[in-house]
């Protein structure tokens, strides 16, 4: 995608990033902080004993290549109905999951929730550079490096557990960065969990869709023959299992596989069903009774459940919670 438009703002986010990050606008002209990625494939990122060949499915959309994608830099905030991507605010929380994805869509052509796909390609390419990102995952600082502090909107200290907890968005060291620079990608682990599009469970039966088609009608998102059973703990199978409203957790790399369990590529791949090259920090909870929709990496309250491998499949679209956020992404 190329901007011929050069405003000052666009001008000096560009400037300052080496071209990392833009700026982008929607139909009511509010300015959004997008990192661009350009397409990779599973083999540049050295996967391909684990995921196969072939570009990552995060850049294909109808089966079409795009060269690049744009993903917030910052978790959203919501301006007239709108979600932004911007530094320095309190990332909106307390949000379902329709409202979320409403707040994106109506941005315009292009713009929509950030999906399952583009999650795990982001996550991927860290594990691929050998760096997992820390972040606010105890009420303004890193559980695992106390030092790594961030401004909380709630004016409260670092490590006090009162209060909102969350931090501005951005505000902390590089290491809290996809790729451990200022003009990486922030707050993809800790301070708010993000909902995330294109994945939901059915009683355990996972749905998705085989590539990054975000406007696919969520009764077209495909049935996989893979379900989450409830074996008294989490467990993958080829089969209807064990429904529950019972929530069950693992360390997301743990995950348990029933005997003879056959693989899905596909779900290796969205970091659903785990494989020993692709192991990332994160706690999986799942309950398999009804419809679950997703949220990934973590709040500011999750100490070691948090990461990029952290996946949460149990609650339903309209939960809301002060620890519950998302972010805006961009495709043409």
């Known amino acids: 995608m190329l901007i011929f438009s050069r405003d000052t703002l666009r001008t000096q986010v560009e400037a300052a990033t080496g071209g990392h ?23 540049d990122l050295g996967l391909d004993s684990a995921l196969g060949t072939g570009v990552c499915t995060a850049f294909l959309r109808n089966g079409q290549e795009l060269s690049e994608l744009l993903y917030g830099v910052y978790p959203a905030t919501v301006f007239d109905g709108r979600a932004v991507s911007l530094p320095g605010r309190d990332p909106r929380a ?7 994805k409403a ?5 315009g052509p292009g713009w929509h929730l950030a999906t399952v796909h583009e999650w795990a ?3 991927l390419w860290c594990k691929a550079n050998g760096f997992e990102p820390r972040g606010n995952t105890n009420y303004g600082r890193a559980h695992d490096a106390p030092h790594e502090v961030a401004v909380r909107p709630d004016r409260r200290s670092p490590g006090d557990a009162t209060g909102a907890g969350r ?5 902390g060291p590089a290491s809290w960065r996809h790729d451990g620079g200022l003009s990486g990608i922030a707050d993809m682990v ?35 023959g893979h379900w989450f059973s409830d074996e008294g703990a989490v467990q993958l199978k080829n089969s209807a299992g064990v429904v529950s409203a019972t929530s069950r957790s693992v360390a997301w ?4 596989k029933a005997p003879g369990y056959t693989e899905s590529q596909l779900l290796q791949r969205l970091l659903i069903s785990p494989h020993a090259d692709t192991g990332l920090a994160g706690t999986l909870y799942v ?9 990934r990496g973590g709040s500011f309250y999750d100490g070691s459940n948090a990461g990029l491998g952290a996946l949460v499949l149990n609650s339903p679209r309209s939960s809301s919670h002060t620890s519950i956020g998302f972010r805006p992404a961009f495709a043409s």
């Open 21 to 43: 990050i833009t700026v982008l606008y929607d139909d009511k002209g509010y300015p959004s902080h997008m990192r661009v990625i350009p397409k990779f494939r599973y083999e």
């Open 94 to 100: 307390s949000i379902a999951y329709d409202a979320a």
């Open 103 to 107: 707040a994106c869509t109506a941005k």
């Open 121 to 123: 390609a982001m996550a």
């Open 167 to 171: 931090t501005a968005t951005g505000g």
């Open 190 to 224: 800790g301070n708010v969990w993000e909902w995330q599009d294109l994945l939901r469970l059915e009683d355990g039966r996972i749905f998705t869709t085989p590539d990054n088609t975000y406007d696919t009608p969520e009764s077209s998102w495909v049935a996989q």
């Open 253 to 256: 790399k743990d995950t348990a």
């Open 287 to 295: 309950v398999t009774e009804g419809q679950r929709f997703p949220y």
